[in-house]
């Protein structure tokens, strides 16, 4: 029996890929990009998440903590210690007004496919089906590989939402498993990419070029953050990339937004490192017309 970690089950996902999905969000990611809108995904371990305005000042959790963790500040406001938290999930099953979560559980291949099955009727109606996301699925391959085949043996539509950070060995074995890769590029520049993210650019391109030539469905897609990534270097940079990949499906734009902050402060990571808003229309449609003049084949409507 194969076991995963899952910090998410997401049903009827209309934006991972054709159809209604269900998308099944796995913890755990070789990458740390800057911009990450899934911070609780990167580790892949479990994490206790805190939300202070569901709080109702009960004390039950500061009864059942045995590590005093959970404590009273000067202005009685309830606060965490995250370094006495050993997160055993006491202070969960305590918590009544769900101001506290554990995130990241393990489950079994066939616990996430039942899930994933409750939507059965609306996959075929819709051209649907399951999508793994994370995190990133190649950083769990035996997992994902695994439900991948689970979900295949019920005749189901799949795909991934990757970096494309692993081995080609990695990778490849998921090619006859997947229908739709969606592969994220971060940066175009060595250089740029290794500080926004951590990791090398020249592996990532190269699994791409591969997967590419295997035949594989990619929608090859760019987050864009303004002052970060949104480039002219980088707008070329995509211009040419896309250049040497005329098979793929097609090239997304995927805009920044702010939704990741709040989700650094409920897990006590500290504030985000980027310092922007996201894009206005006009900032957007500025990028779909840059790309279209390199040739990319931009599948995103105009705001």
């Not at 035996?142 to 019920?154: I, P, Q, R, T």
């Not at 017309?289 to 599948?299: E, F, M, P």
């Amino acid at each position: 029996m194969i076991n995963g970690t899952v910090f998410d089950i997401q049903r009827f996902s209309i934006h991972d890929g054709p159809g209604i999905r269900t998308t099944v969000f796995l913890k755990g990611c070789p990458l740390n990009c800057l911009w990450c809108h899934n911070p609780e995904s990167k580790s892949s371990k479990p994490q206790l998440s805190f939300t202070p305005m569901r709080c109702i000042g009960c004390g039950a959790c500061l009864k059942a903590c045995k590590h005093n963790a959970h404590q009273l500040n000067e202005k009685g406001e309830h606060v965490i210690d995250r370094s006495a938290c050993v997160l055993c999930g006491e202070c969960v099953k305590t918590c009544y007004a769900e101001a506290l979560e554990m995130i990241g559980k393990t489950m079994t291949v066939e616990e996430v496919i039942e899930e994933v099955l409750k939507d059965e009727p609306f996959y075929e109606t819709s051209g649907g089906g399951m999508t793994i996301s994370g995190g990133e699925p190649l950083f769990q391959p035996d997992f994902s590989v695994a439900l991948l085949e689970s979900a295949k043996a019920h005749k189901l539509d799949t795909g991934i939402e990757t970096s494309g950070f692993a081995s080609w060995a990695t990778l490849e074995r998921f090619i006859p498993l997947v229908d739709h890769f969606m592969f994220d590029i971060k940066e175009t520049d060595p250089k740029r990419h290794e500080h926004v993210t951590g990791r090398p650019l020249e592996p990532i391109v190269a699994n791409l070029k591969k997967l590419h030539d295997s035949g594989a469905e990619i929608l090859v897609r760019f987050p864009m953050v303004p002052n970060v990534n949104a480039l002219p270097e980088h707008f070329k940079g995509i211009g040419e990339l896309a250049k040497s990949l005329p098979n793929v499906k097609g090239f997304e734009i995927m805009p920044y937004h702010r939704l990741g902050e709040s989700k650094l402060d409920r897990l006590g990571l500290g504030a985000s490192p980027i310092k922007t808003e996201p894009p206005e229309n006009d900032v957007f449609n500025g990028w779909i017309d840059t790309l279209a003049s390199y040739g990319v084949k931009v599948i995103n409507e105009r705001k």
